[in-house]
């Protein structure tokens, strides 16, 4: 069993900064992509960020230069700092990973449970 849990959502202000963090936990080998990706209710979830288990990195057009990802594998955990955000970053931040257990069976998909971010003008 794999779990994801996201932290650090909240309320900021625009042109403010939080930092969201995903935690991955169990009996976890490998874990190959990590994804942030947010969701506004009536619309489709949406890739925010991506960073594969070598470390290269995209971004959505919309947050280039103001989101940065990235991760500790000694850690099992992936971070989003997000910087000079906008009223139109308010979503549930939601975390993805490729994992692969101990058990030998192919890698699989996890995602977390999501995490509120809301962004006042």
């Known amino acids: 069993q794999v779990l994801l849990a996201e932290s650090g959502g909240g309320l900021a202000q625009a042109g403010g900064s939080l930092r969201l963090s995903c935690a991955a936990s169990?009996?976890?080998?490998?874990?190959?992509?990590m994804n942030w990706y947010r969701q506004v209710p009536g619309n489709q979830r949406e890739l925010v960020a991506r960073i594969t288990s070598g470390g290269s990195t995209n971004y959505a057009d919309s947050v280039k230069g103001r989101f940065t990802i990235s991760r500790d594998d000694a850690k099992n955990t992936m971070y989003l700092q997000m910087n000079s955000l906008k009223p139109e970053d308010t979503a549930v931040y939601y975390c993805?990973?490729?994992?692969?257990?101990?058990?030998?069976?192919?890698?699989?998909?996890?995602w977390g449970q999501g995490t509120q971010v809301t962004v006042s003008p």
């Open positions: 169990g009996s976890i080998s490998s874990i190959n992509a």
């Open positions: 993805n990973a490729v994992v692969r257990q101990w058990t030998g069976a192919p890698a699989q998909v996890y």
